[in-house]
């Protein structure tokens, strides 16, 4: 697992290898700390990811609920067709669609009209 900060508007944590029991429990550390900063997006890159359980599937799902609560967006790259397949199957994608509560969007500010 990595963090790239680079963007502090939407870090990407990229995870790799397999996330199961014994390393899941890190990830979801990490996604806790980068939530504290109040990010409007958090992606997480799956490129490399081998293989996924039920408790790597229960950090998205984490990721997503205290992401609704904190009015982040969480959205996913590079996932595996497998990993796909498992979060069509289980509802997890139709959560990551979910809009964020209304309390929490942010208008586009107003951009000033041409001028001519």
């Known amino acids: 697992m990595s963090v790239d900060l680079a963007d ?39 490129s490399d990811l081998l293989f996924i359980d039920s408790t790597g599937l229960s950090v998205i799902v984490h990721a997503w609920r205290e992401g609704q609560r904190a009015g982040t967006l969480i959205r996913l790259r590079a996932t595996p067709r497998f990993l796909t397949t498992i979060l069509d199957m289980t509802g997890v994608t139709g959560l990551l669609a979910r809009p964020l509560p209304e309390q929490y969007v942010v208008a586009a500010p107003e951009r000033p009209a041409a001028s001519a």
């Open 8 to 46: 502090p508007r939407s870090p990407v944590i990229s995870v790799g290898g397999e996330l199961a029991f014994t390393t899941s429990g890190p990830l979801r550390t990490e996604v806790d700390r980068v939530l504290t900063t109040r990010p409007p997006v958090i992606v997480f890159d799956f």
